[in-house]
């Protein structure tokens, strides 16, 4: 398989990436008091701080009762303008960057800066599954025909032949391990609402992730964390760029 | 082999607010919505809910949740937005929800409102700098001066304006107002200049 290397990923100065996340997931739950030490830590580093208590109810329709159990908390940072936002709750904590992306060298500094204040409340835990997922919208031109020509857009798409062509709308979904690297895929893309006039969109989504259920170790220092995240990355572009067509690509340049 | 997949796929969390794909739900994790599935167990049937507790929100709180709701619809288009007026636009939405400075009653911004007044802004390639109020029921209201001309734009939701001029002749001020949809602002303005408002000169 080849992948981009970071030093030779495309650059692009008006990227169609509207969300960024990683994720990181523990198999063993922390306590709601370390949940709150961590998030103490970040706290200064963020303008707006939410807390939630997670609740899961199981209504018994036969006996017509309920029963509730506690799910533990769920505490949220974000930055003044929203496009910065961290989550953490007992068993997994995430960082967010809306649109405008910035750039992977600032998305990871800022993930390993928080990291660190993490593990200073948390120590090292053992680590189930680190993951990154980009969502991309792309924002195309309605046709003289007045069709949305996607596939001038996106190189993977379902071939139906003409009794559904053309198309007025779709999704699709495909996950792949991939054994030589030690990371699984889930890529999806569909329509979806246009938010310019004038305009057609679909998104092109991107999640890979190092799951501990490939058999082999997550790392679980924020060095190691880092640098998998950096080759979960070179995954993730090489899908973005085999499928986008040159067409969309230019709408980025 | 290949097509036996044994790992649990679920994707990372996404704050994004987009549909998702019925595989793969969006798992928010700054509000997260009351989910749910029904099951049969043992004869009876029974409904697994999860949802975060919440009080009644404050004004502050009201207030704070429709910008972070603007600004987050923004975080779609932002990649056709300059930086430069994007964060004018951010900025002019804190300004007009000081809370020092709230009516009681009024309304926060209307996000199909704000939406509508992006889209204007995209659609039409507006480069000027126009001044901003929230009228009570929440709608944005644009205006534009050219010396004693002006333009003013209520954005309407659903992607309409309400639109008034007031143009200085020699016989006196005119004022002309009608409803459009914000796809003809610039023809329907045409006869007093939209360029001089919309382009920044």
Known sequence: MRM????????????????????????????????????????????????????????????RSADFVRKGVLLSHRSADQANRVGMT??????????????????????GQDLAEVNKAWGVREVSRIGLRYINRIDIPISDDDLFHNEDYISFKLV???????????????????????????????TVEPEIPGTAAFTFDIDVAHDALSGVDVPRKSDDILARLSEIRALKNAIFEAGLTPLAKEKFR | MLSTLKFDASPSVSAARLKPLHLLQSTSGIRAPARGAVTRQDGGESATFGAALTHTPTLAERLFEAIADAKVWTSRVAMHLSRDTRDRLFHQLDML?????????????????????????????????????????????????????????????????????????????????????????????????????????
Do not use: C
């Open chain 1, 90 to 111: 007992n068993v997994s904590i995430s960082w967010t960057r809306l649109a405008p992306y910035e750039g992977w060298e600032k998305f990871i500094s800022w993930v």
């Open chain 1, 160 to 190: 139906t032949g003409p009794i559904l062509d053309p198309q007025n709308g779709y999704q699709w979904i495909i996950r792949k391990e991939h054994r030589d690297v030690n990371l699984v895929s889930v890529v999806q893309s569909a």
């Open chain 2, 97 to 201: 929800h000081e809370l020092d400075e709230w009516a009681e009653g009024d309304a926060a911004v209307s996000l199909d409102s704000f939406k509508s007044f992006v889209r204007a802004i995209l659609y039409h390639a507006v480069n000027s700098k126009p001044a901003l109020a929230l009228m009570p029921n929440g709608n944005i209201l644009a205006l534009w001066a050219d010396g004693r001309d002006k333009l003013t734009v209520e954005f309407l939701p659903g992607n309409r304006t309400r639109w008034m001029v007031q143009n200085v002749t020699a016989s006196g001020p005119e004022r002309t107002t009608s409803t459009t949809p914000l796809e003809r602002l610039r023809d329907v303005l045409q006869p007093y200049n939209a360029e001089r408002w919309f382009d920044g000169r």
């Open chain 1, 4 to 63: 981009t290397s970071d030093s030779t990923a495309s650059i692009y100065t008006s990227p169609p990436i509207i969300e960024a996340t990683v994720e990181i997931r523990y198999p063993e739950a922390v306590s709601d008091a370390k949940v709150k030490k961590a998030s103490d830590r970040l706290k200064r580093r963020y303008d707006f701080t939410t807390a939630e208590e997670q609740l899961e109810a199981t209504l018994n329709f036969t006996t």
